[in-house]
């Protein structure tokens, strides 16, 4: 809602002409920051320095008293100064102005600042507030902060936009058994009573949302791999500790060499410390000097697979590389978000090859970015990696797999057509450049224009700034010594518009003993393909044979029958992957793409390979196939599982296979043999399981109503031995319970967002409940969901409102819960048009599977 405001709430007309560089829109002033406030703002001020001071209380549950002192220059003084924060008037305390008091105008989210209190050049501004806990994340024996993408204005007031950068001088109290960890260091640290004041020196500049802190009950060590580097953290297991702690450092010091010799720009920073949070909303958050990550994702135990290694690894290499990419180079407006998420991405890909130098480093970055961009991507709520953004307020909505996942992959295609030097050398200098300072997409495109014949801007107007993806055809010809004749490729846009995604990829012509692989280039709507006439007609062509290509790809006849006999582990996870997308448009049926996929478990022995394999068969299984294809199929997908798992196999596949496994183990036969697990009775040879294994297989176990549920949830519930984890599970257990009225009194208690704190646990526990073998009962809750998810974008963070409906109505396939979804749309015809992309990219399987149940009518 936009406000105008007169005297006390006014209107903030902005009339230009005057200078070049003021900008010439005019704007109200509403909730959040407008593109256009944030504009005037950045011409307005400028050496920005936020000093801050919190005092943290014993109990979570009470006040923090702050204070803000401000300096700032101002240019501009036509109309009142406006700061951010998106607290309670009350919360205000008292605002001086240049060392005189000032009224308190405080309206939709902004401290009015007038413009008789200020002066032309350096202005101070102390402001005595109670910080916001919107984003401070209190437990009762710590809390951080969680900042992005405009929440810096719900803790303190602030210029909450990312290209006002600032420096921090901060300082805080904590109880004093209490450790902490900001961006910058301790410069003195003072005992008083029962708490201990830390100052901390003055910080590197800093957009907001980029702004933390850390304090609590954690353990801390220090090391010097290269730079010295301290970690705050809560895990207790002693095996996962001595596992994991050198690798930590270890890892990000490998990822910081690797940076300072890609970009030739030295680490920018004062320093690199992280904590490691239980709790953590998200895998890892790039704060300057104090990174953030889930504790679960750093510390491992010997019963780690490679690709948990590798996932580790590559999250510190992805939060690293954000201190080149996002943090010294900052994005102007967060419409260009993606530009430091895919750089990271993109980058953590590349310092993977010398950390692991024996994975198929090819491989991994399909398997990691493929599937979930398409899952995206194929959905009604498919977007452009770049959108529009008109309020910060909505900042939120533009995280994604199109950002995470397809931007990678248009700057892998963007790399191989410049060439790997051109582009690493335009790399260079768009952090020399823009070092300290703020770009767009534009910016980088100038630079990256002058190293390459492409044409940049035609080139990334499709890949960038348009949805969707190519659904490719093809036309061969063969003479009659069946030789190929004529093969020419085609492409259309799967959204029915003209759009065309110039790409390189390899096709492979599969011969009985040898595969030709052609190189293509498209550049347009079709591509005849001169290198391939004169050969032999192949058994096969596997499309995408390098998983290069962004698409859906021809299937031809021999395609099921061979896949799983490629050498190629790329080609054999991009044809995998390319069969799974058919079957979601039609090309072929779910039998067929089930029966190709179970022949895969069987004889997959690539640990990545293995996973997409099973996630794919997974997914039929429970999303597309019936109940009578289900039992028709159940006992024999168990006993060949079970029956592989006690082969000779690593321990990598293992765990993988016993993850598929145990998530189909509710015949009375499989939770026999799953319980005989759980509870030791059973030991699979080199199938390395932990505590958190052992969990897992309790909630199955219950789930699927093992007679002794109760006893194995109480048991599990007292061998926890991680506090934190044992508060989760605990959390968990309504959701586990087999009395229906416990898990809905469970799902209604989700009302109070105080219940919604822990917003990983809620996606886990609303998960249990919607499982589909509880769906019958459960499905009463969807139009619950559906109605509650517009209060959990305003109160949740970024992730939470797609984890939410992925969790909840996005787990359904069946048409009662897609009558609730158009029921829903359209008694409200004016929701959300960003949450509405979210619920169509949560709902796509479930609106596929209307399709597939009336092709198989």
């Known amino acids: 809602m936009k406000i105008i405001h007169s005297l006390f709430s006014f209107l903030l007309l902005i009339n230009f002409g005057f200078s070049q560089s003021k900008p010439k829109e005019k704007f109200l002033v509403e909730n959040g920051v407008s593109e256009q406030l944030a504009n005037f703002r950045k011409y307005q001020i400028s050496d920005l320095t936020y000093g801050l001071l919190f005092e943290i209380p014993n109990q979570k549950n009470e006040n923090i008293n702050s204070k803000l002192d401000l300096n700032l220059v101002l240019i501009d003084l036509s109309q009142s100064l406006v700061l951010d924060f998106k607290e309670k008037s009350e919360n205000i305390k008292s605002i001086l102005v240049n060392q005189k008091n000032s009224v308190i105008n405080h309206e939709d989210g902004h401290i009015f600042i007038d413009q008789k209190d200020l002066i032309l050049g350096k202005n101070t501004i102390s402001i005595s507030f109670i910080a916001g806990n919107l984003s401070l994340n209190r437990n009762d024996d710590f809390l951080y902060t ?3 993408p405009d929440r810096a204005s719900t803790l303190f007031p602030c210029f909450d936009q990312p290209d006002l950068k600032a420096t921090y001088k901060l300082s805080f109290s904590v109880p004093k058994d209490w450790s902490v960890l900001a961006g910058a260091d301790v410069k003195e640290k003072v005992e008083k009573g029962d708490f201990t004041l830390y100052t901390f020196g003055e910080s590197d500049k800093m957009s907001t949302y980029l702004f933390s802190f850390v304090a609590g009950k954690f353990k801390s060590v220090t090391q010097k791999p290269g730079l010295e580097m301290t970690m705050l953290y809560r895990e207790n297991n002693p095996e996962k500790i001595k596992t994991s702690t050198d690798t930590i450092f270890s890892l990000h010091q490998q990822s910081l060499d690797f940076l300072e010799k890609y970009t030739n720009y030295k680490f920018p920073f004062q320093k690199l410390d992280f904590a490691s949070i239980p709790v953590f909303q998200y895998g890892g958050m790039e704060h300057v000097g104090a990174i953030q990550y889930r504790e679960s994702t750093l510390f491992l135990d010997n019963s780690a697979t490679d690709s948990e290694k590798l996932n580790r690894a590559k999250l510190i290499a992805h939060e690293t590389s954000h201190m080149w990419f996002g943090d010294l180079v900052t994005m102007k407006w967060f419409d260009d978000v993606w530009m430091k998420e895919v750089f990271a991405n993109f980058m953590a890909d590349k310092i993977m090859s010398p950390i692991f130098p024996k ?8 398997t990691s970015h493929y599937s979930s961009a398409y899952a995206e991507d194929r959905s009604l709520g498919t977007h452009a990696i770049k959108q529009h953004l008109a309020n910060l307020k909505d900042a939120g909505s533009l995280y994604g797999a199109i950002i995470y996942n397809k931007a990678p992959i248009m700057m892998r295609q963007l790399e191989a057509s410049m060439g790997k030097d051109a582009f690493r050398k335009g790399i260079q200098k768009y952090i020399q450049k823009y070092a300290n300072d703020n770009a767009d997409w534009n910016n980088l495109v100038e630079i990256l224009d002058a190293e390459t014949p492409l044409d940049m801007k035609k080139w990334s107007d499709v890949w960038v700034n348009k949805s969707g993806r190519a659904i490719f055809s093809d036309k061969i010809e063969f003479d009659a010594q069946n030789r190929i004749r004529k093969f020419e490729i085609f492409q259309k846009a799967e959204d029915k518009s003209n759009n065309i995604w110039p790409q390189i990829f390899q096709i492979g012509l599969v ?7 052609l190189s293509v280039n498209i550049k347009e709507k079709n591509l005849v393909l001169k290198e391939a006439i004169g050969l032999e007609k192949p058994l096969t062509i596997i499309y995408n044979y390098n998983g290069f290509g962004y698409g859906v790809f021809p299937l031809d006849g021999n395609h099921l029958n061979i896949v799983s006999s490629l050498k190629d582990e790329v080609a054999r996870a991009s044809a995998y992957s390319n069969l799974y997308e058919n079957m979601l448009i039609g090309t072929i049926s779910t039998d067929k793409a089930f029966d190709c996929f179970f022949k895969g478990i069987q004889t997959e022995e690539n640990e990545l390979v293995l996973r997409m394999v099973s996630n794919n068969l997974n997914t039929i299984y429970w999303r597309f196939f019936t109940v009578e294809q289900q039992n028709k199929i159940q006992k024999q997908l168990e006993g060949v599982l079970y029956e592989r798992l006690q082969t000779n196999l690593s321990a990598n596949i293992k765990k993988t296979l016993f993850g598929l496994f145990s998530s189909i183990a509710y015949s ?13 009775e059973v030991v699979i040879p080199n199938l390395k399981l932990n505590e958190d294994d052992f969990t897992n297989m309790a909630m199955n176990l219950a789930i699927f109503k093992h007679d002794k549920a109760d006893e194995i949830l109480e048991k599990t519930s007292t061998t926890i031995t991680n506090p934190d984890k044992k508060k989760r599970f605990e959390f968990l257990l309504p959701s586990l319970s087999k009395d229906e009225s416990v898990r809905f009194a469970f799902i209604e208690s989700l009302k109070d967002d105080a219940n919604r704190e822990k917003e990983s646990w809620v996606s886990v526990g609303l998960s249990n409940v919607n499982h589909p073998l509880r769906q019958e009962s459960a499905q009463k809750y969807i139009r619950f969901s559906l109605d509650l998810v517009d209060e959990i974008q305003r109160t949740g963070d970024i992730f939470f409102p797609k984890d939410w409906l992925d969790n909840t109505v996005g787990k359904y396939s069946s048409k009662f819960a897609f009558d609730e979804v158009q029921r829903f749309l359209k008694e409200n015809p004016n ?27």
Request: no cysteine; charged share 25%.
């Open 511 to 517: 011969y009985a003993d040898n595969v030709k692989v």
């Open 831 to 857: 929701f959300s048009p960003i949450l509405k992309r979210k619920l169509f990219q949560a709902t796509d399987l479930l609106y596929k599977a209307q399709n597939i149940k009336k092709e198989t009518e």
């Open 359 to 366: 994975v198929n480093h090819n491989l991994q970055f399909f």
């Open 668 to 680: 009375d036969s499989a939770k026999t043999k799953l319980y005989q697990i759980w509870n030791k």
């Open 146 to 148: 969680l900042l992005v």
